[in-house]
């Protein structure tokens, strides 16, 4: 399907591995130009920049100045903003123990972020008269989690800022969405810190029983892949998604069983 993006410039922010990385590289494969933001970069992202069609630029998105720092980096033309930077946290101890600092920490990378990347990507946007803006969101935000229980807030509320922001600016020829992933293959939930990894050493289980536990009530039985998530993302970039605003679309083998 020719999706028609070649030539369109694009902010990725959290870009260095996992969704980001491969949001960048699908992408690129589109034609794409790509100002890729992270707080360092990778040795992936770093070939692909080498090969002209990305700009890595390292910046702290959890600052309050770091994501209009990156929008700058776009210039005077801004088509596609992926508000892709997040950590989930994993609060075995529960709902007692999360602290103040930590519910902070929580919502500032993964709704503030979000929101100032926005408020500095819509005046672009606005005077262009178009723009696409995609979230990157998670099943958390309406299936609430205790052992991430920050994290399912804060992407609720990202859910809910991307459908208020759609209302407002869809008048004006601006497009926002969010794609909203259940379990998938990157460090967050594979790595050595990463989810299944932390409820190991807790838990005594095994950390690949743990992974296999959290797809075991999917229809299709498996994580999805960062590369999946990356061309729905890439999609509702694209004028072939052009009357779809305001939605959460959800790619998660299966695992919301309600309609």
């Given amino acids: 399907m020719e999706l028609g993006l070649q030539g369109r410039r694009a902010v990725v922010t959290g870009a260095s591995k996992g969704i980001g990385l491969a949001i960048v590289r699908a992408l690129v494969d589109e034609g794409v130009h790509v100002i890729a933001g992270a707080r360092t970069s990778s ?5 692909l920049a080498a090969a002209g069609s990305v700009e890595v630029v390292t910046v702290d998105l ?5 994501p209009a720092t990156l929008i700058a980096q776009a210039g005077d033309r801004l088509d596609i903003l992926v508000n892709n930077v997040g950590l989930a946290a994993v609060r075995l101890a529960g709902f007692l123990e999360i602290s103040d600092e930590q519910w902070s920490r929580s919502i500032n990378l993964n709704l503030m972020a979000a929101v100032r990347a926005t408020r500095a990507a819509l005046p672009i946007m606005l005077t262009a ?11 958390n935000a309406f299936l609430p989690d205790p052992a991430v229980l920050d994290y399912s807030a804060a992407k609720a509320a990202v859910t809910n800022f991307a459908k208020s922001i759609s209302k407002e600016f ?5 497009r926002v969405n969010t794609v909203t ?11 050595d810190k990463g989810v299944a990894a932390t409820v190991s050493r807790a838990s005594g289980a095994n950390p690949e029983d743990v992974a296999r536990n959290a797809v075991a009530s999917t229809a299709t039985g498996r994580f999805s892949t960062p590369g999946e998530v990356a061309d729905l993302v890439v999609l509702l970039a ?3 998604t052009a009357n779809v605003t305001g939605s959460s679309v959800t790619i ?5 069983s309600t309609i």
């Fill in 170 to 174: 869809g008048p004006r020829g601006i």
């Fill in 252 to 256: 998660d083998g299966g695992l919301i």
């Fill in 238 to 240: 694209s004028d072939r």
């Fill in 43 to 47: 040795p992936e992202l770093e070939t």
């Fill in 181 to 191: 992933p259940g379990p998938v293959e990157t460090d967050l939930w594979l790595g």
């Fill in 62 to 66: 959890a600052t309050a100045d770091g």
């Fill in 129 to 139: 008269g178009r723009g696409v803006i995609i979230n990157t969101g998670s099943v």
